[in-house]
């Protein structure tokens, strides 16, 4: 089998109608004795766009993974009546390639001499582009596009290849509102020609949005299938199969004193309250990330001066930092916040060695009795302290990154998009972690690109607009709207 | 801890069907001959396996040794109108010294020089290497120092090799540093995150493995009474990397198990000296060291999928 993952599974040509261009039945599949799909059905037809939701470990992964047939299944049949494009949320394009390049990749066009025919492969794309109404300079080289861009390459590749059904794996993930919103009107467009799509999200208020039907996945199980129109909050229930209590927390309400002040840097200035969370917003790429960094001492303080506790620092390591008693949750996980070969223990004793470390020795005793509490109060899912974390589910990973931060016991904790790619259930854990948090006296900043989110746990909102704090959003209870105007800042300029 | 099981099994089966097979190999003295040989680049071995675990990799150390080598026989013939102790702690420290500055080059070019490893040390095996061969115009140095025989004799490297061990594997499971360094090798960017200094601490294994390269030229002086400038340390490293991963550290870094090593150092040293003694000819044991790399690797690679 060859390993494809932008890759397209070639089903029989052209079908006509409304005949389903994949029919699923009694799909099951095991890992060991896992039993990851246990009896799935489904049907997608022509013409339709299909939301599949279901918490992390749900079995979303391998279900599309058993249609592109990159794993065998155990029983069931799967049967296909069209090229099926995936288009995964860590695209797989060949970075240093052309555009042009990526899309023709396996499918080159040849001229009659058998060398490879750019020209036509270049119009050819241009026009696909032009379909889109994307603007992407065929020629350019994939590492030098933008995130949204990559994901519109991947989108014109499928369609290059002539796929009729396109699964598209959290999508939106790394994209901003505006890029979405293109997204969403190219997939509708899509829908009119013809073509099917199985998006996957946890982003449920654009499923509700986009979608004709809707699949929830639970624990291998198909719980709910059909056309019936679903409001996320019906839909977050039926995912999690339990009554979820209300995603926020009642909000941290800020105490006296601040922690923390930033005076004349990223074109503003701000402070930080004791036991306040404050939210830093704005459009994708906006500079959040790297305020975040420079409070957390990653990147130096260009100009303007940083207060904490009163005392005027200048961080020139994230060491100083931490010493200082800031603490930084980064926001690519998997490549940030965990080693996925170490264990649950070890994150708890690097999070913060020199408390473990007696006359220069490590002391195992106390990190596992640490790690014992830790697993406790944050309620991690794993056999124990030993368990490797590359095993645990995603929620729960994310969970033992903010132990290893929060075993230092900062003063100030910055959290890079604590909830990315994190299912429902486990972003109720976490909202409400923050929540007690701060209602420790902890100051919170919390950088997201979700607004619902800091709109449910902030009183405060700072919108960063070109690298500068655009302004400070205040209202009770803050809007999105006054968020997005801030954002695109469309009544000034 | 359970790859490196694989190693220990490997060797007692080979131990077991040599001391069965040869009453050569039962002889005290061929023990001794073995494990002494085994010790000069097994030293080398010990460092390298903190290399790798911190996601790095010398393939400088042979050509520092003959540079440690060559150098400290020289600082010990400036200094022959003092006393013949006096001379041999001239040597050792010369050539401790010679190492340490070597793996802080390495380390440098390495870390703020930003330097992929293997180019960067690459370049210094060349450098070292020359370095030694200029100063002693491509011959021997040899030196008449009764001490320097007497301490380096016997089981001297052996229980050196054995204390380095110790020594090496305690730092990565109970201080702060092997931690570190374990960490920084596992993932580096999660390491920066959680507040390590990376490349302080990826500084420091080609710190401690440059200092062993300066413990086996004086070992390895002392034995001889000479160091070759051309031929001191040949392929030191290669032997070093081989035991690294026979002991089932893996070089993508993140994990190590010095004790591993060590049972890896012992296996290349065994198989050398019992294909001599079944008088295989001496051509041909590259081939059996390289199988035996390649099916410990199949080997773990089985075993961890399985």
Redesign the interface.
């Known amino acids: 089998m060859k390993p494809r993952s932008t890759g397209t599974a070639n089903g029989c040509e052209w079908t006509s109608g409304t005949s389903p261009l994949l029919t699923i039945r009694g799909l099951c599949k095991s890992y060991g004795t896992n039993r990851v799909l246990d009896g799935v059905s489904l049907t997608v037809r022509p013409g339709r766009i299909v939301g599949l939701i279901g918490e992390n470990g749900a079995g979303k992964s391998t279900l599309v993974k058993c249609i592109l047939g990159l794993v065998p299944h155990d029983g069931g049949t799967i049967d296909r009546r069209a090229t099926v494009a995936a288009i995964h949320q860590e695209l797989s394009l060949a970075g240093g390639l052309s555009v042009t390049a990526n899309l023709f990749l396996g499918r080159e066009r040849r001229t009659r001499l058998g060398t490879l025919d750019h020209r036509t492969m270049q119009r050819e794309a241009a026009a696909i582009f032009a379909r889109l109404g994307v603007e992407i300079d065929p020629r350019a080289e994939v590492e030098s596009l933008s995130v949204a861009q990559m994901q519109w390459v991947a989108i014109a590749r499928a369609l290059s290849a002539e796929a009729r059904l396109l699964i598209l794996d959290e999508p939106t993930a790394l994209l901003n509102r505006d890029e979405s919103t293109k997204l969403f009107t190219v997939l509708r467009a899509l829908r009119g020609r013809g073509h099917a799509m199985l998006f996957i999200s946890h982003k449920l208020d654009e499923v509700a949005a986009l979608c004709d039907e809707l699949i929830v996945l639970r624990d291998g199980v198909v719980v709910s299938s059909g056309t019936e129109r679903l409001e996320p909050e019906e839909m977050a229930r039926r995912m999690v199969g339990r009554e979820l209590e209300a995603l926020y927390p009642p909000r941290a309400v800020p105490q006296a004193g601040t922690v923390l002040r930033l005076e004349g840097a990223f074109g503003g200035s701000f402070e930080l309250h004791v036991g306040e969370i404050l939210g830093v917003a704005g459009l994708a790429g906006q500079g959040q990330a790297d305020l975040g960094e420079t409070l957390a001492g990653f990147r130096p303080l260009r100009s303007g001066g940083l207060t904490v506790q009163g005392r005027p620092v200048r961080f020139r390591s994230p060491r100083m930092a931490r010493a200082a008693g800031i603490g930084y949750l980064a926001a690519d996980r998997l490549r940030d916040g965990i080693w996925r070969d170490f264990t649950v223990a070890e994150h708890v004793g690097l999070g913060d060695l020199p408390r473990y470390t007696r006359r220069g020795h490590v002391q195992h005793a106390a990190i596992r009795s640490a790690t014992e509490r830790f697993i406790d109060t944050f309620q991690i899912r794993c056999r124990g302290p030993a368990a490797l974390v590359g095993e645990l589910s995603g929620g729960n990973q994310q969970k033992v990154s903010m132990a290893k931060v929060l075993g230092a016991e900062p003063q100030v904790v910055v959290f890079n998009e604590p909830t990315q790619g994190v299912d429902v259930g486990a972003r109720q854990e976490i909202y409400s972690f923050i929540a007690r948090l701060a209602a420790r006296g902890v100051a919170v900043l919390l950088v997201s690109s979700d607004m619902q989110e800091l709109i449910g746990l902030c009183r405060r909102v700072l919108v960063m607009r070109a690298g500068r704090i655009a302004g400070c959003v205040e209202e009770d209870p803050i809007t999105e709207e006054s968020l997005i105007y801030l954002a695109t800042g469309v009544h000034g300029t | 801890m359970k790859k490196s099981r694989a190693a220990f099994i490997v060797l007692g089966v080979l131990l077991l069907i040599c001391l069965v097979t040869s009453s050569t190999f039962r002889n005290p003295t061929n023990l001794m001959n073995i494990t002494r040989q085994a010790s000069y680049s097994g030293i080398i071995a010990l460092g390298m396996t903190l290399v790798i675990a911190g996601g790095g990799i010398d393939l400088s150390s042979g050509s520092l040794v003959a540079f440690c080598g060559t150098f400290s026989l020289e600082a010990m013939r400036l200094c022959s109108g003092l006393s013949e102790g006096t001379q041999l702690v001239v040597m050792l420290v010369t050539s401790l010294l010679c190492g340490l500055a070597g793996g802080a080059i390495n380390g440098a070019l390495i870390n703020w020089g930003r330097i992929p490893p293997f180019i960067a040390t690459l370049g210094t095996f060349s450098i070292f290497r020359s370095l030694a061969v200029y100063q002693a115009d491509a011959g021997l140095i040899m030196v008449d120092n009764m001490w320097l025989e007497k301490i380096c004799g016997g089981w001297t490297p052996v229980v050196v090799l054995l204390v380095v061990a110790g020594a090496l594997a305690h730092l990565l499971?109970?201080?702060?540093l092997?931690?570190?360094i374990?960490?920084v090798g596992?993932?580096e960017?999660?390491?920066?995150?959680?507040?390590?200094?990376v490349r302080l601490v990826r500084f420091a294994t080609y710190a401690i493995i440059g200092t062993l390269c300066g413990v086996s030229a004086f070992l390895l002086a002392g034995r001889l009474s000479s160091i070759s400038s051309t031929g001191s340390g040949t392929n030191y490293e290669l032997d070093a990397i081989a035991a690294v991963i026979i002991g089932g550290t893996p070089m993508t870094g993140?994990?190590a198990s010095v004790w591993g090593t060590l049972a890896g150092v012992f296996i290349l040293g065994i198989i050398s000296n019992i294909l001599d003694l079944w008088s295989i000819s001496a051509n041909l044991q590259g081939t059996v060291k390289g199988l035996v790399i390649i099916m410990a690797v199949l080997f773990q690679f089985q075993k961890r999928r399985g």
């Not at chain 2, 499971?173 to 702060?176: G, M």
């Not at chain 2, 960017?189 to 200094?197: E, P, V």
């Open positions: 499971r109970n201080t702060p092997g931690w570190r374990c960490a596992a993932g960017r999660t390491a920066s995150y959680a507040a390590i200094n993140g994990r």
